[in-house]
């Protein structure tokens, strides 16, 4: 089996940054570290993993960013938290990109307004990725899915990669027709891939079973292709449903049937060309 790559590793270290949406969850609100991910993850199959930000308090955003790319071991890149809506960004972006290690950028959308991602300043800094070959990650909620889509229109030469299927819609009920047609309509932009994460998070507690996930992976492959889809843990996220060596396998069980190509590209390959990984 092709060893993983993922896309999508949070590590909480609570001693050293803030992060104040943990308040609200406070299954997570302890530390979750490299030594402890690593332990599951080699279990798991998964040989490297690109850090994604944790969306800390604004001020620790930078070292955090310092952090994950002094880690070593199994994290090879960091995706970093930014600000575009912010007339600072352009020097931000210049810091950030800066570290050889930063393969992109994420900036929370799923818990901002909407108006935040549709400003024009938003839209033009964004932009600015285009010339440092960096991505951008969108995180949205399901119904912020047109959004999205405006968003990667507008920045034609960026790469944007779609977190969890889109909006991490919750598989303990059937998908919609809405989720299923708003997939296909930012599936059909070139510069969109999309990550197969999240979802795990949703299913009930030791009692979803594999074909709860399946429609959803399956429609997301089906939309966007083979070539367009990267694989992410959600470590440790994806524990609110399940650990993390389950979602691998019932990934794992789902595309079963695809050529070893096809499973390769989810696994690696995709996410060595999109994050620039080598």
Not at 218 to 233: L, M, Q
Request: hydrophobic share 45%; charged share 25%.
């Amino acid at each position: 089996m092709t060893p993983i790559l993922d896309t999508r590793l949070h590590l909480i270290y609570l001693d050293r940054f803030a992060y104040p949406w943990l308040d609200g969850l406070p299954a997570l609100k302890r530390d979750f570290d490299l030594e402890t991910y690593a332990r599951e993850a080699e279990a798991a199959g998964i040989a490297q993993a690109l850090h994604m930000e944790v969306d800390v308090a604004a001020d620790d955003l930078e070292r955090e960013t310092d952090f994950a790319t002094g880690l070593g071991g199994k994290v090879v890149a960091a995706i970093s938290s930014c600000r575009p809506e912010s007339p600072g960004f352009p020097a931000q972006l210049e810091r950030l990109a800066a570290h050889p290690k930063v393969r992109g950028f994420r900036r929370i959308l799923h818990t901002s307004p909407d108006a935040l991602s549709q400003a024009p300043l938003f839209t033009e800094n964004l932009k600015r990725l285009a010339a440092h070959k960096l991505s951008f990650d969108l995180c949205v909620q399901v119904r912020q899915l047109p959004l999205a889509l405006r968003t990667a229109r507008a920045c034609p030469e960026v790469q944007f990669i779609l977190d969890h299927c889109g909006g991490a819609p919750d598989v303990k009920v059937p998908p919609t027709a809405q989720w299923r047609f708003d997939i296909r309509a930012i599936a059909a932009e070139p510069n969109v891939a999309c990550k197969i994460s999240g979802i795990i998070a949703t299913a009930a507690p030791g009692k979803w079973k594999t074909d709860d996930l399946r429609p959803f992976v399956e429609h997301v492959i089906e939309s966007f292709g083979w070539d367009r889809v990267v694989w992410g843990s959600d470590w440790p996220v994806c524990t609110l449903g399940a650990p993390l060596g389950a979602w691998v396998t019932a990934t794992r069980e789902i595309i079963a049937g695809a050529s070893a190509e096809e499973q390769a590209k989810l696994f690696r390959g995709n996410a060595e060309r999109i994050y620039r990984i080598r």
